[in-house]
């Protein structure tokens, strides 16, 4: 349960900044979800929960800790995940990236005294970033639909995969979980410190999310997009981002898509002051 949280929240808040990456043009909405109102149902149950629970304690996260501490915390996090990275290069066929991996790793564990500080990336060492969706499609394998998962956020059938390849083979903190058992289950708090550390630092971001006049169809265009720069190492092809902006399709204009924002937008300042919130205050 504890991994599967983890991932609503890395999934769900973050994508924002890569999203805006592809912002030479507007780019279209999505049209081939298929299970969209059972998705949409799926992404308000997690948003609720993540109301509910998550992100409260990811703000008391913030309250009691400064700006170092979190920025250690991140870093431990990043580093010990490390051999997800490693591990997927070397299915991808690419030992130099893999190789890069194993010795950021092995530097932050020592020098970075267990992975708090990142001296690796002072020796120029790149930080990589891949898991099993990603080999999966270097290796051809179809997208597949896109799903909202309960627990476990934004996917497609091809994506979803990682979840027990990743998290069951690869993770070292999901492999701690598992073989160890203490008294009052402390073998998953490093699960939970970690999911409540990627939502404190998603927090900053909420803002853009709530501005979108539709934050479902915001969270399933990012997650593409998303993909796709991580798939190609941040540097897709012309052609794949002209078909992800919709330029290939004549019957999209991102004018009209700019106008339907702008209305909702003008909307917002009417509505707050006339839901029952505003008028009780």
């Known amino acids: 349960m504890p991994s599967a949280l983890r991932s609503l929240v890395m999934r769900c808040l973050p994508l924002l900044a ?34 509910a629970i998550i992100r409260p304690v990811a703000v008391g996260y913030r309250k009691v800790t400064n700006p170092t501490i979190r920025r250690c915390m991140t870093d431990f996090f990043t580093n010990i995940r490390m051999p997800i990275t490693v591990a997927n290069d070397l299915l991808q066929a690419r030992p130099k990236q893999a190789l890069q991996g194993s010795g950021r790793f092995l530097v932050n564990l020592t020098l970075g005294i267990g992975g708090f500080f990142d001296p690796a990336s002072q020796l120029g060492i790149p930080l990589g970033d891949t898991d099993f969706g990603v080999t999966l ?21 091809r994506d979803f995969w990682q979840v027990p390849v990743d998290g069951y083979f690869f993770d070292p903190i999901s492999y701690f979980s598992r073989n160890n058992s203490y008294k009052y289950g402390q073998e998953y708090l490093p699960e939970l410190m970690y999911l409540v550390t990627i939502r404190a630092s998603a927090i900053d971001a909420e803002s853009f ?39 290939h399709d004549k019957s999209f204009d991102p004018d009209e898509l700019l106008d339907e924002q702008q209305k909702w937008e003008t909307k917002q300042p009417q509505a707050s002051q006339d839901s029952p919130q505003a008028k009780k205050d």
């Open 18 to 51: 890569i999203a805006l990456l592809a912002g030479c043009s507007i780019a279209k909405p999505r049209t081939d979800d298929p299970y969209e109102k059972m998705n949409r149902k799926v992404y308000a149950f997690n948003n609720s929960l993540d109301q």
């Open 137 to 157: 499609a270097r290796w051809g394998v179809p997208d597949g639909p896109f799903l909202m998962v309960p627990l476990f956020g934004p996917t497609t059938g």
């Open 209 to 247: 999310l709530n501005s979108a006049y539709d934050p479902y169809a915001f969270i399933r265009d990012a997650y593409r997009q998303q993909r796709i720069y991580k798939i190609y190492d941040g540097n897709p092809p012309e052609e794949v981002i002209e078909q992800l902006q919709g330029l």
